[in-house]
C-alpha cells in the first residue's frame, strides 16, 4: 500500500498539530495502522497505533493522553492529532501500514518489521 503523509510544520510548544496520512488502497480497513517517528541522530520510534476495524488502539508512554490516533475508513486516511506537544516531540514523522491481524501485528508490540509499508515522513519541528 502507498501512504501520503501531510500536516508537519513548525508549532510552538503547548500547542498542537493535526498529521494525515492518506493510504491508496481499496482494503483501508485490512490494514493496521501506526506512527513511528525519528527525531535527529536516534533510531526509529514508535508513538501509536491503530487496529484496522479501529477497536484497538496503543500509544506510547511518552505521548498517552496528548497524542490521538485515529482512521477515517471511508476516506482511506489515518490521523494523528497531537496535543500539548514538547520539543521532545520534534522528529520526522512516518506513517506506517501492516496487513497482519492485530495479534500478530508489530504494531501491537510497539514495533515494525521488514514487511512494514512506510509513508515518506513529515518533519514536526516544535520550538520551545
Known amino acids: 500500500v502507498q501512504l501520503q503523509a501531510s500536516g508537519g510544520g513548525l508549532v510552538q510548544a503547548g500547542g498542537s498539530l493535526r498529521l494525515s496520512c492518506a493510504a491508496s488502497?481499496?482494503?483501508?480497513?485490512?490494514?493496521?495502522m501506526g506512527w513511528f517517528r525519528q527525531a535527529p541522530g536516534k533510531e526509529r520510534e514508535f508513538v501509536a497505533a491503530?487496529?484496522?476495524?479501529?477497536?484497538?488502539?496503543k500509544y506510547a508512554d511518552s505521548v498517552k493522553g496528548r497524542f490521538t490516533i485515529s482512521r477515517d475508513q471511508t476516506k482511506n486516511t489515518l490521523y494523528l492529532q497531537m496535543t500539548s506537544l514538547k520539543s521532545e516531540d520534534t522528529a520526522v514523522y512516518y506513517c506506517?501500514?501492516?496487513?497482519?491481524?492485530?495479534?500478530?501485528?508489530?504494531?501491537?508490540?510497539?514495533?515494525?518489521?521488514?514487511?512494514?509499508?512506510w509513508g515518506q515522513g513529515t518533519l514536526v519541528t516544535v520550538s520551545s
Open positions: 506506517a501500514a501492516d496487513s497482519s491481524s492485530w495479534v500478530r501485528s508489530p504494531f501491537s508490540n510497539g514495533r515494525y518489521a521488514p514487511r512494514t509499508d
Open positions: 488502497t481499496r482494503t483501508f480497513m485490512n490494514y493496521n
Open positions: 491503530i487496529s484496522g476495524a479501529a477497536r484497538i488502539t
